[in-house]
């Protein structure tokens, strides 16, 4: 079985790329694919580009071009739920896109022709990814987030960067108002989850937290990515791909 590692910046891919053995480079619809083999699994590493139209079109080439049967998603987010700090990391049970909005004609958030407002990712590897990111969270592996702490549940995207208190205070409060406890934003993940449940793909995604989606968003993040991000990147996935059958 193929697998996918999927990034939104090529920093975070570096250390996955590098340790791949028989690692060959492709070019398709725009994108750079590395395929090779890594921890004992056939994968495939790209980015994902920024954005749910972007992402969509990621996934698909790498299942339909590339034929791969499982992907999964390391990046950064936005913290937005209560006790989601810089420094920690999130993994996601379900995905939604927080700007759909089909309204009169379909609930608020509902995606129409699903039905739903939210996608789950897959259990199986999930529960590894937890289980991969809970040993890096607990042996402090980033010294300057020693305290940092794992979540599991839901994550928002939209095609926004949410970089102010106000925007990120609305978002939150309209949410909960509809019993969607959101724990991060980011820009991707939904759609990458809704292509995988177009085509039956499994799907699991991480996310590290390199800011509260507020005024302080912009603050060192290329630092924060290279310095923090990154390592978990490598040394998450890594644990992850060992643990897969």
């Not at 070019?27 to 004992?40: I, T």
């Not at 509260?212 to 630092?223: G, K, L, N």
């Not at 990147?233 to 059958?245: E, W, Y």
Request: hydrophobic residues 45%.
């Amino acid at each position: 079985m193929t697998i996918a590692i999927l990034s939104a910046l090529a920093e975070e891919q570096h250390g996955l790329v590098d340790a791949m053995e028989g690692m060959q480079g492709q070019r398709h619809a725009g994108r750079d694919f590395w395929l090779g083999r890594l921890h004992g699994h056939e994968v495939v590493c790209a980015l994902s580009g920024i954005g749910k139209v972007a992402a969509a079109t990621t996934t698909a080439a790498l299942i339909e071009r590339f034929g791969v049967r499982a992907i999964v998603f390391t990046g950064v987010a936005g913290g937005i739920g209560q006790g989601v700090n810089v420094g920690d990391v999130v993994i996601a049970r379900q995905f939604m896109q927080h700007d759909m909005d089909a309204s009169p004609i379909f609930p608020r958030w509902e995606m129409p022709g699903y039905g739903c407002s939210t996608l789950a990712c897959d259990g199986a590897m999930t529960d590894r990814l937890v289980q991969a990111a809970a040993s890096a969270v607990q042996a402090g592996i980033v010294a300057s987030h020693a305290s940092a702490r794992l979540h599991e549940g839901l994550i928002a995207s939209g095609d926004q960067f949410v970089s102010s208190r106000q925007a990120s205070d609305r978002l939150r409060t309209e949410l909960q108002a509809a019993s969607h406890h959101v724990l991060a934003v980011e820009m991707e993940g939904a759609a990458v989850a809704q292509a995988c449940f177009d085509y039956g793909v499994p799907f699991a995604a991480m996310r590290t937290i390199s800011d509260r989606a507020d005024d302080s968003a912009h603050v060192d993040f290329s630092t924060f990515v290279r310095t923090v991000a990154s390592r978990y990147a490598q040394l998450v996935v890594s644990d992850f791909l060992r643990q897969m059958p």
